[in-house]
């Protein structure tokens, strides 16, 4: 195992940060970010209505509520957090056995990625403005939706491909079953997090023994 590549929401961060502080800043703020935003926003716009044709910022505020992970909603919820973490308004929720996990693996010569359904400029923002401080020095990458969707395999082995490493010396963690049978089948180690302590292999990042075979930071 060379590189670790782990899930953001219910892995790293909770899912009521998500759910609860990000989400409702961002949907609170679609309408007047747009109106104040319009030549950077103009390319997500269009992509929203070339999905659903209608009020683009209608459409984006039911995805905020449906929780989908379309590409062009996480794109501006990332625009929209930043104003959010450089005020003050929140910091990134990243639980403490995730930290020193993190630190851990970092320090024994494990590359770090994350493949998150947020956009990869939210993840930075999220890992940048951590109640921990800033974990990016930790990460060696970032991967969204632009490499697939979190349940497919495809999007699995063209990360393994981009960072250099053969599929099975990627470990990946993840809180989502339908996620880890998709790295599983593109040929990566992976575990499932249960933090509510039911199904899952484990329920928090101390019980990840993440042994670096031939690990080199690069
Ligand atoms: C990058 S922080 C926001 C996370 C987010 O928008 C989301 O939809 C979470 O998805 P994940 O793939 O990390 O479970
Ligand atoms: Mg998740």
Known sequence: MTAILTDIEGTTSSIAFVAEVLFPYARARVADYVAAHREETAAILAEVTATEPG??????????????????????????????????????????????????????????????????????????????????????GYFDTNMGAKREAGSYAKIAEAIGDTPADVLFLSDTPEEVAAAREAGMEARLIDRVGGEGDVSSFNEVHATPAKAGAR
């Open 55 to 140: 009020d683009p910022v209608a459409t984006l505020i039911r995805w905020i509520d449906e929780d989908r992970k379309a590409t062009p909603l996480k794109a501006l919820q990332g625009m929209i957090w930043a104003d959010g973490y450089a005020s003050g308004a929140f910091r990134g929720h990243v639980y403490p056995d995730a930290v020193a996990g993190l630190r851990r693996w970092h320090a024994a010569g494990v590359r770090l990625y994350v493949f998150s359904s947020g956009s990869v400029a939210a993840q930075k923002l999220l890992f940048g403005y951590s109640d921990a401080g800033d974990l990016t020095p930790l990460f060696s």
